[in-house]
């Protein structure tokens, strides 16, 4: 059963505009979560994490916000620029384990 | 140049052949990992090593063994795979365990299974 959900497969925007990309998860025993994007042909690479202890965290263009109640999480890009297109994979793991549950990944396409 | 190294790139392969993927990194880690990138799936989680010890073995099938010589290296054997074996097969490591920090993954080796 997949207990780390992103249920849109895609997302377009223009450039400059705001990207919003959603997670939602099952186990209320997840505490950190973590932000990865992918380009075609490489690896998934880091971009943000937010520990379950804050509701915000923000590095530069990309900030994350954790609701917790609502077992969800998102990833805001302002302004949207056509090099972050590339698919963004949610990512949990409860107790600062080891065990990380990904979703499927959203394709975000930023258009110029 | 990317700190985790797969190689090959692109595997095909018939279901009697024996072969494996390759991961290295040149990151100082202590950790590393094998996930399974399946169409339309998450990634999956399959072997964890820590100090070249595995810790996590998630109820992959024995026609995957992983070995960890070192902390630099991860190797994945493959044989009698099955079609549906064909996926992303991506390396990671970490420094820890834990990810609180985060992990640094290869770029993949493709697999197809005739």
């Known amino acids: 059963d997949q207990q780390v959900k992103q249920n849109s497969p895609s997302l377009s925007v223009q450039e400059g505009r705001i990207s919003i990309l959603n997670c939602d998860y099952t186990?209320?025993?997840?505490?950190?979560f973590l932000w990865y994007k992918k380009y075609p042909a490489e690896g998934p690479t880091f971009l943000i994490s937010i520990s379950s202890i804050k509701d915000k965290n923000e590095d530069g263009r990309f900030t994350v916000f954790l609701n917790k109640s609502a077992k969800h999480l998102s990833l805001h890009i302002v302004p949207s620029q056509p090099g972050d297109s590339a698919v963004y994979f949610c990512?949990?793991?409860?107790?600062?384990?080891?065990?990380?549950?990904f979703g499927k990944g959203t394709s975000l396409l930023v258009t110029p | 140049e990317t700190g985790v190294t797969q190689t090959p790139r692109h595997l095909v392969m018939g279901m009697t052949n024996k072969k494996s993927l390759k991961c290295e990194q040149h990151l100082g880690h202590n950790a590393m990992y094998w996930y399974k990138q399946s169409a339309k799936k998450p990634l999956e989680l399959m072997f964890v090593y820590s100090l070249e010890e595995r810790v996590e073995n998630n109820s992959v099938p024995s026609r995957f063994s992983p070995e960890c010589p070192n902390s630099s290296h991860l190797f994945l054997h493959l044989h009698t795979l099955q079609p549906e074996d064909s996926a992303l097969y991506l390396c990671a490591s970490s420094q820890g365990v834990t990810v609180t920090g985060e992990l640094f993954f290869g770029e993949g080796s493709r697999l197809t299974v005739l």
């Open positions: 186990n209320s025993m997840f505490d950190y």
């Open positions: 990512a949990a793991t409860p107790n600062s384990g080891y065990a990380l549950n």
